[in-house]
């Protein structure tokens, strides 16, 4: 519960371990951070085998800044036509390589190649495509036509800033992984292009929570 609740609001250890203190459970903040260390990347693992072949094939694919150390590192991020995610990398250059370790990582991820890809101009992009994807992917490089991606980046974004950025590049790479996959999970679609009743909604909250709790505790 302690990790959920990391990677669902904006806590940081100590507001964590106080509210476990007001359940009754007496834990320093060194050990929420040794459980998020634990935990984490078991819950990325369970997430990322429940949406896989799920997605669609038009992809988008874009990379927003997260500081590290006092350094800023890049978490490349995917999603489909219909927001949901394709996977996240945190990489500490921007270049040709990350991209290339990057697509190779969606590939696997996805189970499947994509038939198009939205990117933004950057020159890495084109050529990592034709290497890992093939040239039988259409492949558009426009800022304008990738905005849903960028607005994709807000969540995480909201999420890191009170952080104040991760000591180390480790624990960012970790705690960005788990955090877009348990969003992802309770991220609740339109349904035929209309948005779900407030009380729908908080249903499926509740039993998808409720499903992972169990699965955790198992």
Known sequence: MAVLWRLRSKLGFRDVAELLLQRGFEVSYE??????FRFAPLISENLRSKRRSRNGRSWYLDETYIKVSG?????YRA?????NLLDSMLS???DRDAARRFLRHLIDSAGQKPLRMTTDKHPAYTKAIRWIVGRKVTHRHNRYLNNRMEQNHRPIKQR??????????????????????????????ALDGKQLSASSRRQIFTARWSTLMTELSA
């Open 79 to 83: 999603i489909d036509r219909e927001g």
């Open 92 to 94: 500490e250059h921007r």
């Open 71 to 75: 350094r800023w590192r890049y978490l």
């Open 31 to 36: 050990t929420v951070q040794i459980r998020e």
């Open 160 to 189: 890191y800033y009170p952080m104040l950025g991760f000591a180390k590049f480790e624990s960012a790479s970790r705690f960005c992984t788990a955090f877009d996959e348990f969003r992802n999970y309770l991220r609740v679609p």
